[in-house]
């Protein structure tokens, strides 16, 4: 059971960016390498790193390269996927499953700000929160 409503584009905890998100007069754009090129850890392993950021509000996501693990295959994880930040280690901890990222729906940078794309992602994972392995 959950311990409260899962949305799969907004930050769990705001705490965890704080620092990372565009300062006050900074557009997201400039701002949204402030965590690329930190790793990104799945819960059970390495799966890439950040390529890019959004901060927006609602609609919050990195983009992850995921190297040779699946192929240089890019992916799209909203932000509700994120668990914690490391700045010390330059980590990102994701609440998925090295599997649950490599099943997600293909990233295209063309249509990722389509409505049905972000549905289905935002869908994908939703229902991958109600099988995710327990937070570490």
């Not at 620092?19 to 990104?40: F, K, L, N, R, T």
């Not at 950021?53 to 994880?77: C, H, M, N, Q």
């Amino acid at each position: 059971m959950q311990p409260y409503a899962f949305s799969p584009w907004i930050w769990r905890d705001p705490d965890a960016m704080s620092g990372y998100g565009p300062p006050a007069g900074v557009d997201d754009e400039v701002a949204s390498d402030s965590v690329a090129g930190y790793h990104v850890e799945a819960t059970d392993g390495h799966i890439g790193s950040v390529d890019e950021a959004s901060y927006e509000v609602g609609s919050s996501y990195i983009v992850v390269d995921t190297g040779p693990w699946i192929f240089g295959r890019k992916v799209l994880l909203p932000a509700g996927t994120v668990q914690r930040i490391d700045r010390d280690e330059r980590k990102v901890y994701v609440d998925r499953t090295k599997d649950q990222i490599k099943d997600s729906p293909e990233y295209d940078k063309d249509t990722f700000d389509n409505a049905d794309y972000r549905e289905q992602v935002g869908t994908y994972y939703s229902d991958s929160y109600r099988t995710a392995p327990p937070s570490r």
